[in-house]
């Protein structure tokens, strides 16, 4: 086939040159008129063969019928005009000329239309801008002529304006289409609209020359440009489509071809101010001027409706739709600002810092799919608990913020519990169920701070107390929280554990089985000056990040070791538990000095226990793991402590050499609530499970003779908790010297 149109546009270009070679007024009838004939009918014949054979042949076909319409327009005017003859006006031949435009327009929009629905209304208002300047333009010069020289009959006159409307509509969809089309225009399309711009050309210069004003030019292009445009037609039908990526972002439409649309309606407007233009130019380029002023009405409405998106999404955070820590400084910015005004000072605002507990542990267990879906489902269960008028924001990972206009503390922290109630209430997932808990921070404006910053760093600050101690809310206290005091506690701190100024307070263990004491866990407290006994998940924190916590540990490891060895002279043969965190575990030396320390008081490494929580051993499992075999070796007794506290996986229990297993007082408080039957069943197979691994069992935070009583039914062996009795310093413990009636308290006991 290419070697068909190779030959086809070789002949184009022989005439062409003949064209070009010959006197303007000299024509070859053979040639100009059977040849170009022939050579039309060749090239239309090959379009509706390509149509008949290809599988979407609706707009090959419409632009095959099209070209033979016209290729037959030229025969019969061959054949009227042989002999020397003149056609009539109009003839027979312009009757297929003309339906070449209506199969034309049907092809152009099918080709069009496809490109369509993926384009939006300012797309198709460049499409007609470009389209109906260019149908202007064309129309400035064809209208002009035709009107100047045209006369006769009302048919002729109709036949003559047939042909400049219908090149006029022709080029307006050809430029109007290149205009709508995205990114690169296929080589079809290319060849078609550049087909129609010379047919546009070569009637234009064919009005020319039927009202007498030719010239040489014009004659060699009224002669070539239809063949030229049949066979571009001709040659397009066999093109490929262009074949996009869908992974290529097509580009968006040019403006070019609108901006010179736009360009020709105002000049020939203003063209017109000062030499008359034919009203159907005026006409077209008025409607293109309007045609742009819509465009520009719509594209500002779409400008402000894009504004308002990318302000909402710069605003909002993707996984959970609720407003992001930019929304959060810019509502308490505004707060802050309208603070300044001293009519609005008597507006308080707080500040809820929720932090959620355990949320690495389900990421890192259940996939980072499972944490989304937890962050998803908070926004709505946790606004079922807040008013219209408070917002929820998420800070970052699993931090959340809660402002509360118009509220004292007071209210703030009833909030903060319902949430913690809320948050504590399982999420059910798609296959299974989590728990994660929170622990909440409170800060209130303008009380504790001036800006957004400083509010938020002081609800952060609590939070992490929160954290860290018993209650999981915490409202922001300047004494213990603010930075400055912060620094100094830190100082005072160090002189507490250097100059031994800490208390170690102990808590009995009883065996459930024989009713004797067996064991004292050491619980280290600050007796401060100042801010009275503080408890150790209060000023732990502090000491890990001032790097004391070594000497913190030593220090009430010295002391439980020195108080077991009295007690063990005194024929009291408890073991004690001293707490570990995971800095002392990281430490290589530690093993060496807690044997040297029983050392020194003459102490079998059996008598005493370090107690590491589950939370730490999770945290650096491995290192754990190695530490845990390292001192059981040495003969010192290892317990998990709180376990049960934090998402827990039983597989790893089977590897760790741990010598105790103590479950936290969550299992108790959940033994006391909610489905007791399963609870029940659950702490009864931990308690199987730590046997069978050959551990011991303690049970934390035992309050009353119920759970005591509860637990030596099902096999627990130690119990340690308040109702037996509260950790005191080793003075004030009065030991009992035999065994505990069941369901005594120790110190009624002693009492
Ligand atoms: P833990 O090791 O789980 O200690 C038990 C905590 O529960 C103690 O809190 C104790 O006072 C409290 N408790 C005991 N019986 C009951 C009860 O019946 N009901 C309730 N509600 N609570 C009870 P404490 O002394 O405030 O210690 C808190 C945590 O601080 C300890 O938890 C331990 O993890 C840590 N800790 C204490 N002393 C030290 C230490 O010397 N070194 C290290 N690294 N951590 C320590
Ligand atoms: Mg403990
Ligand atoms: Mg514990």
Known sequence: MLGIYAGLAGLLVAYFVSLIVRPPDQSVRIVDSWGVGAFELFASALCLFRAVYSRRRVVPLMLGIGILSWSIGDTVLAAESAGGGSPSVPSLADLFWLGFYPTIYVALVLLTRKHLNRT??????????????????????????????????????????????????????????????????????????????????????????????????????????????????????????????????????????????????????????????????????????????????????????????????????????????????????AFFADHAD?????????????????????????????????????????????????????????????????????????????????????????????????????????????????????????MYRAKVGPSPVELYRRDIDDDGNRLRLVDELRDAILGGH???????????????????????????????????????????????????????????VEQCAAWRAARQMVTVSVNVSATNLLDSGFSQSVMAALARHDLAPASLILEITETTIIRDFDLCKIVIEQLRKLGLGVSIDDFGAGVTS???????????????????????????????????????????LNMRVVAEGIEDLEALNLLASIGCDLAQGYFISEPMLAADLALPAARLEPGTRLDTAVA
């Open 342 to 462: 001293p009519e609005t000072v008597d507006r308080p605002l707080s500040l809820l810092y929720v932090d959620l507990d355990h949320f690495k542990e389900i990421n890192d267990s259940f996939g980072h799919s499972a944490g989304d879906e937890v962050l998803r489902q908070l926004g709505p269960r946790l606004t079922s608990h807040l008013r219209a008028t408070d917002a929820l924001v998420r800070v970052g990972g699993d931090e959340l913020a809660v402002l509360i206009m118009d509220t004292d503390s007071t209210y703030a922290a009833t909030v903060a519990e319902r949430l913690i109630a809320e948050l504590e209430q399982p999420f059910v997932l798609d296959t299974l169920s989590v728990r994660v808990g929170a622990s909440i921070g409170i800060a209130s404006a303008p009380t504790d701070a001036t800006d957004s910053t400083a509010l938020l760093r002081c609800a952060d600050l609590a």
């Open 120 to 333: 939006g209304a300012t797309t198709w208002l460049d499409g007609a801008v470009a389209g109906l300047g260019a149908a202007a333009l064309c129309a400035c010069f064809a209208f002009n002529t035709i009107l100047h020289s045209v006369g006769g009959s009302a048919t002729t006159v109709a036949t003559d304006l047939a042909y400049p409307i219908g090149d006029g509509l022709l080029l307006m969809l050809a430029v109007g289409g290149t205009a709508i089309i995205p990114g690169r225009k296929s080589p079809q399309w290319m060849l078609i609209a550049g087909a129609i711009a010379i047919t546009a050309i070569g009637d234009t210069f064919n009005l020319f020359a039927s009202s007498g004003s030719t010239s040489h030019l014009g004659a060699i292009l009224n002669g070539i440009a239809w063949p030229c445009a049949i066979l571009l037609i001709s040659i397009a039908v066999w093109m490929r489509p262009l074949q996009s990526s869908p992974l290529v972002q097509s580009r968006t439409v040019g403006f070019l071809l609108p901006g010179l649309g736009a360009l020709a309606g105002l000049s020939i407007l203003v063209f017109d101010t000062v030499h008359q233009v034919t009203p159907v130019a005026v006409g077209l380029a008025t409607a293109t001027l309007i045609a742009v002023g819509i465009r520009l009405a719509v594209s500002v409405r779409g400008l402000r409706i894009l504004t308002e998106t990318r302000r909402r999404q710069a605003i909002t955070d993707e996984l959970t739709g609720l407003g992001n820590r930019r929304q959060l400084f810019n509502l308490l910015d």
């Open 650 to 692: 039983l597989a790893y229990l089977g590897s760790l050499a741990a010598s105790e297993l103590k479950l936290d007082r969550s299992f108790l408080t959940r033994l006391a609530t909610g489905d007791t039957e399963r609870n029940l069943a659950l702490v009864r197979a931990t308690i199987a499970l730590g046997h069978k």
């Open 502 to 560: 800490l208390e170690v307070h102990f808590q009995p263990q009883v065996d459930l089985v024989t009713g004797t004491l067996s064991a004292m866990e050491a619980l280290v407290r600050w007796p401060h000056p100042r801010l009275g006994l503080i408890p150790p998940l209060e000023f732990i924190p502090l000491a890990e990040e001032a790097g004391l916590m070594q000497s913190l540990t030593a220090f009430v490891l010295e002391r439980a």
